[in-house]
């Protein structure tokens, strides 16, 4: 595969960081298991793996989040404790997390420069922050409005603004956990571009992301974790996406892209006209069996259409009809009375609720089948969040274990398989693979499969136009709220067809 972004520094074979015999353990789990691997400055250095391979554990422990069990760190060749974040803030060493951990009330400006504020005489200097971050925003190429409240942006341009506070903070060693997941095509733009400049300027990247296109875009060196262990240093140029795949979840590349052959039946949902907020006058069917696609950049109305059809917004002109049923759906009670659920785009706020336990989040949707007289049964709760869990294969140490503990893929297991379990006919998945590994979208792509087989319907939202080229049957292309195209899977629409429809004029 050729690399389209290449190195615009030479590369010097010269560790910056290194990690020898490193090894971290839980009560019950043994995260990584004597990690020998080294990082050169100034290069570009992917790490990949399934969730749950040790990748998010590595990178608490570079950032002073988790304590090493034991091991040794060499930084430019001496040994370093990195015990709390300030250890490594003082190295230059920071993390732009997948999930962003900003302050939503306050300005994007006063996001960037937290800790490190500009202040007059005891107080803020509001208009010199905002002047000050709006330079250095304009100047790396990020079109964002520093005066702007973070809550006011998108989870894409958050991600950004993450990214532009960790570049302006001295880094020298800047880690990227799935740092495109959100954005959109222009966004990854405008990262790549600052990515490229933070390596020209010899800071060392450590790219983590589960879209094996954008390691061969970026990296010289891929490593792959598995199961806590390091089983692989590579050079890009030198291998391929079989090779990486293989050596992540020992699985060919043809196993990964899981589609059945499955023969739609009777329609299932008959939309007609439907407007409401963000989105306007769309018409579509879902038929028993099928998975219809819905493809577009972000903002062109696909989550809002979603958000519609599942009563969170009110509709404002159209009709929806289950089953040739004209349906009213004004809240989301309605839509589940009519077997239809939504798997949101944000697990973390819409699909979680992070401080309780596994076993909770699993049952949610099903408490009442398990109290019967409207007690609950403790016995019928754990025997099924026990048969789930073990279903989805969900890692964790335990059904009492806090849901914010899991990797991102145990976490969009959970909650899809609550609504598995509550039996609904029409699923609305809305960014389902969004951070998980390669392991896990298989595991994705089969549910689906299964679901289909059973005789419900799937509407699938993808930013990720391989994966809903693929998997669709009917793909739907949105653009500025409206439907832009429409193709079936034997018409061959090729890739460069359906983005120039996106994309629009």
């Not at 995260?31 to 990949?48: C, P, Y």
Request: hydrophobic fraction near 40%.
């Amino acid at each position: 595969m050729a690399r389209s972004m290449q190195p615009e520094a030479t590369v010097q074979h010269i560790p910056i960081l290194e990690l020898r015999k490193l090894d971290k353990r839980f009560t019950g789990t043994h995260a990584l298991k004597s990690i020998d691997l080294s990082f050169r400055e100034g290069e570009v250095h992917a790490i990949i793996g399934e969730n749950g391979a040790g990748k998010s554990t590595l990178i608490k422990l570079l950032t002073g989040a988790y304590i090493r069990s034991s091991g040794t760190i060499l930084w430019r060749g001496k040994e370093v404790s990195l015990d709390t974040p300030h250890d490594a803030i003082a190295l230059g060493i920071n993390a732009v997390h997948q999930e962003v951990v900003l302050c939503p009330h306050l300005t994007v400006a006063a996001n960037m420069f937290l800790g490190e504020e500009d202040t007059r005489l005891g107080l803020l200097s509001d208009r010199a922050m905002v002047r000050r971050a709006q330079d250095i925003l304009d100047e790396i190429g990020f079109r964002l409005p520093a005066g702007a409240s973070l809550s006011a942006l998108t989870i894409g341009q958050q991600q950004l603004v993450a990214t532009a506070r960790a570049a302006v903070r001295g880094t020298r060693f800047l880690i990227f956990d799935e740092p495109t997941a959100y954005l959109t095509r222009s966004e990854a733009d405008q990262l790549f571009h600052l990515i490229r400049r933070l390596h020209a300027q010899g800071v060392t990247i450590i790219y983590i992301s589960h879209r094996l296109e954008e390691i061969f875009q970026l990296a010289a060196r891929v490593s792959v974790l598995r199961d806590g262990q390091l089983v692989s240093t590579r050079v890009v140029s030198e291998t391929n996406e079989r090779e990486l795949i293989r050596d992540m979840v020992a699985r060919s590349i043809e196993e990964v892209h899981y589609k059945e052959a499955i023969t739609p039946g009777e329609i299932l949902l008959d939309v007609k006209g439907l407007s409401g907020p963000g989105f306007s006058d769309i018409s579509l069917s879902v038929r028993r069996g099928e998975i219809v696609g819905l493809y577009g950049l972000i903002g062109a109305g696909r989550s809002e259409f979603a958000q519609c059809l599942f009563g969170r917004t009110r509709k404002t002109a159209g009709e929806i009809s289950i089953s040739g049923r004209r349906v009213e759906i004004r809240r989301e009670a309605d839509a589940i009375k009519n077997r239809i659920v939504l798997l949101p785009e944000s697990r973390r706020d819409q699909g979680l609720c992070l401080n309780l336990g596994v076993g909770l989040n699993l049952n949610l949707s099903i408490f009442k089948r398990l109290s019967p007289g409207g007690i609950v049964r403790p016995d019928l709760e754990r025997a099924a969040a026990d048969k789930q869990m073990h279903d989805l294969r969900i890692v964790a140490a335990s059904r009492a274990a806090d849901a914010m503990t899991l990797s991102g893929g145990n976490q969009q297991k959970i909650v899809i398989v609550k609504w598995l379990s509550h039996g609904a006919d029409l699923f609305i998945f809305d960014e389902p693979t969004v951070g998980v590994d390669v392991g896990t979208k298989v595991q994705i792509y089969k549910i689906l499969a299964e679901l289909l087989k059973k005789g419900a319907g799937v509407i699938l939202i993808s930013s990720y136009l391989p994966e809903v080229y693929d998997l669709s049957d009917t793909l739907h292309v949105f653009r500025r709220g409206h439907l832009a195209a429409s193709h079936r899977r034997d018409e061959h629409a090729d890739h460069e067809t359906i983005l120039a429809e996106a994309i629009g004029p």
